[in-house]
């Protein structure tokens, strides 16, 4: 048996300025042939999990691709058609297929990046049965149910389940292939754009949602997902689904579908965000570092790395510093030129230059750049690897970086977006985050594991960047409307 195994992951903020080339997929550019198989094997990604469920079947495995970028702005045509041809080229003579997908890509040339994809594997190969791993964040579409056999998505956020995930849909695959299983897909999506800071799966209507999905798998279902969506994208429906994997019995499927999106739109208040003002915010994390031992974190999800944040959003810094705030670190801060001159100063020179707030969403005038002045403290590559517990193992890059320290806070200041997936943000600079007062993050979740231990307290902060909680922000021209809370009287009834 030849089984196609690629990865193709982007999550796409169609209001975000930063551009996604193909650079952008991995260290420079994706991993491909030989090189995407080294990249994944005995990591924890689901295409890692792919591979070793492959494996153990004794099949031969073909993987044209490995590319996964941050989120950031639509993905630039060369880019998308440049991973598709990859994974069509290679489609003929295979006998199934195993896609590591995000589910929420927009490229320049499609408004469903992944449901054009599936399409033309289909095509490419109409009697393989096809399997997709999709993030919790994604946004199903009919394309993407129509062309595929088998879908699974993450159950939780921060996402820790992805190889698990990949292992669980390659273990239906090959139930099918093998004739233990007849997997038939339901879908529902609920009229609900849901805030990120609403998807955690350890509490609230969520945890609820995909309790309630684990259960249905417990009573025989094959697979249930529960997919949260992603509103920051300005297409037909960036909303939550229910997608139900039977065994056979399409009609008890659907039903189960159709209960656990009822359960969601019964507690549709309960996946909206409302932020309160960042002032606010700054003043109460001042209040919980009173006699604090550890650091306060100050989470600015109003320009989160992982929604496709520029990371050059100074509004939290500056409340900060106005509120009297000392002993802050905060980064990564994405600002390509102020590196640059960083690094022409050089370790040990006094500067002052502007950092940030050089980029904006769509609509919104620039703001003047933070004057910082300060001592350069560092300079490095901006690679490290991750201890985990997300995307243990891999190597991550933040391109050059160098910090900053500017008597009240210490900046560490790159040349790419960055989430803080680990300590190794800082202690590749040579910064222990234990030691800070206060950690300014570009991050909403994933930060979490790894922070919150050794952190006091979390304060979550909203900031005017491309990633807020306010649908008011953004200006939504492709929505088909009504949809909750636009329009907070509407009713749904299942289909």
């Given at each position: 048996?030849?089984?196609?195994?690629?990865?193709?992951?982007?999550?796409?903020?169609?209001?975000?300025?930063?551009?996604?080339?193909?650079?952008?997929?991995?260290?420079?550019?994706?991993?491909?042939?030989?090189?995407?198989?080294?990249?994944?094997?005995?990591?924890?990604?689901?295409?890692?999990?792919?591979?070793?469920?492959?494996?153990?079947?004794?099949?031969?495995?073909?993987?044209?691709?490995?590319?996964?970028?941050?989120?950031?702005?639509?993905?630039?045509?060369?880019?998308?058609?440049?991973?598709?041809?990859?994974?069509?080229?290679?489609?003929?003579?295979?006998?199934?297929?195993?896609?590591?997908?995000?589910?929420?890509?927009?490229?320049?040339q499609?408004?469903?990046?992944?449901?054009?994809?599936?399409?033309?594997?289909?095509?490419?190969?109409?009697?393989?049965?096809?399997?997709?791993?999709?993030?919790?964040?994604?946004?199903?579409?009919?394309?993407?149910?129509?062309?595929?056999?088998?879908?699974?998505?993450?159950?939780?956020?921060?996402?820790?389940?992805m190889?698990?995930t990949?292992?669980?849909?390659a273990?239906?695959?090959?139930?099918?292939?093998?004739?233990?299983?007849?997997?038939?897909?339901?879908?529902?999506?609920?009229?609900?754009?849901?805030?990120?800071?609403?998807?955690?799966?350890?509490?609230?209507?969520?945890?609820?949602?995909?309790?309630?999905?684990?259960?249905?798998?417990?009573?025989?279902?094959?697979?249930?997902?529960?997919?949260?969506?992603?509103?920051?994208?300005?297409?037909?429906?960036?909303?939550?689904?229910?997608?139900?994997?039977?065994?056979?019995?399409?009609?008890?499927?659907?039903?189960?579908?159709?209960?656990?999106a009822?359960?969601?739109?019964?507690?549709r208040?309960?996946?909206?965000?409302?932020?309160?003002?960042?002032?606010a915010?700054?003043?109460?994390?001042?209040?919980?570092?009173?006699?604090?031992?550890?650091?306060?974190?100050?989470?600015?999800h109003?320009?989160?790395?992982?929604?496709?944040?520029?990371?050059?959003?100074?509004?939290?810094?500056?409340?900060?510093?106005?509120?009297?705030?000392?002993?802050?670190?905060?980064?990564?801060?994405?600002?390509?030129?102020?590196?640059?001159?960083?690094?022409?100063?050089?370790?040990?020179?006094?500067?002052?230059?502007?950092?940030?707030?050089?980029?904006?969403?769509?609509?919104?005038?620039?703001?003047?750049?933070?004057?910082?002045?300060?001592?350069?403290?560092?300079?490095?590559?901006?690679?490290?690897?991750?201890?985990?517990?997300?995307?243990?193992?891999?190597?991550?890059?933040?391109?050059?970086?160098a910090?900053?320290?500017?008597?009240?806070?210490?900046?560490?200041v790159?040349?790419?977006?960055?989430?803080?997936?680990?300590?190794?943000?800082?202690?590749?600079?040579?910064?222990?985050?234990?030691?800070?007062?206060?950690?300014?993050?570009?991050?909403?979740?994933?930060?979490?594991?790894?922070?919150?231990?050794?952190?006091?307290?979390?304060?979550?902060?909203?900031?005017?960047?491309?990633?807020?909680?306010?649908?008011?922000?953004?200006?939504?021209?492709?929505l088909?409307?009504?949809?909750?809370?636009?329009?907070?009287?509407?009713?749904?009834?299942?289909?």
């Amino acid at each position: 048996m030849k089984i196609l195994i690629a990865r193709m992951n982007h999550e796409t903020n169609t209001f975000s300025p930063v551009a996604t080339p193909l650079a952008a997929f991995g260290g420079n550019g994706p991993a491909w042939g030989e090189v995407a198989y080294r990249e994944n094997k005995g990591m924890r990604t689901a295409m890692s999990a792919f591979i070793d469920v492959a494996e153990r079947e004794g099949a031969q495995l073909v993987t044209p691709v490995s590319a996964s970028a941050n989120p950031s702005g639509p993905v630039a045509a060369d880019a998308y058609d440049a991973i598709c041809d990859a994974i069509i080229a290679a489609a003929p003579g295979c006998d199934a297929v195993m896609l590591d997908l995000h589910g929420a890509m927009v490229a320049q040339q499609s408004a469903d990046g992944e449901g054009d994809l599936l399409a033309r594997v289909r095509a490419a190969l109409p009697d393989a049965p096809i399997a997709v791993a999709l993030d919790l964040h994604g946004n199903v579409t009919q394309k993407m149910i129509d062309n595929a056999d088998v879908i699974v998505s993450f159950k939780t956020y921060p996402h820790v389940d992805m190889y698990e995930t990949g292992e669980h849909a390659a273990r239906l695959l090959l139930d099918r292939i093998h004739g233990r299983a007849q997997p038939v897909l339901a879908w529902r999506q609920p009229p609900l754009l849901t805030s990120t800071l609403r998807s955690a799966s350890a509490e609230g209507a969520m945890h609820r949602a995909v309790e309630a999905a684990r259960e249905a798998e417990a009573q025989g279902m094959l697979a249930v997902s529960v997919l949260a969506g992603f509103s920051l994208a300005d297409i037909p429906a960036p909303c939550i689904s229910v997608v139900v994997v039977g065994n056979g019995d399409a009609a008890v499927a659907e039903a189960v579908a159709d209960r656990i999106a009822r359960q969601i739109w019964d507690e549709r208040g309960e996946f909206v965000y409302r932020s309160p003002p960042l002032e606010a915010s700054v003043a109460q994390a001042a209040q919980l570092a009173q006699g604090a031992d550890k650091p306060v974190l100050l989470l600015d999800h109003g320009d989160n790395c992982m929604s496709g944040g520029t990371c050059d959003t100074m509004d939290l810094l500056e409340a900060a510093l106005a509120q009297g705030l000392t002993g802050m670190v905060s980064g990564p801060l994405c600002d390509p030129q102020a590196v640059a001159a960083l690094i022409e100063a050089g370790v040990g020179a006094r500067v002052t230059l502007g950092v940030g707030n050089k980029l904006a969403r769509e609509g919104a005038a620039l703001r003047a750049p933070f004057m910082a002045t300060g001592v350069v403290r560092a300079i490095t590559d901006g690679e490290y690897v991750i201890t985990g517990p997300t995307y243990t193992g891999q190597r991550a890059y933040m391109g050059r970086a160098a910090v900053l320290d500017i008597g009240a806070a210490t900046l560490v200041v790159t040349e790419r977006t960055h989430e803080p997936w680990d300590l190794g943000v800082f202690e590749s600079v040579g910064i222990d985050p234990r030691r800070a007062r206060f950690l300014l993050l570009k991050s909403r979740m994933y930060c979490r594991p790894v922070f919150v231990p050794i952190a006091a307290a979390l304060v979550e902060c909203d900031s005017r960047g491309v990633t807020g909680s306010d649908y008011g922000l953004f200006h939504y021209k492709r929505l088909v409307r009504p949809l909750y809370p636009l329009e907070a009287d509407m009713a749904w009834p299942p289909r």
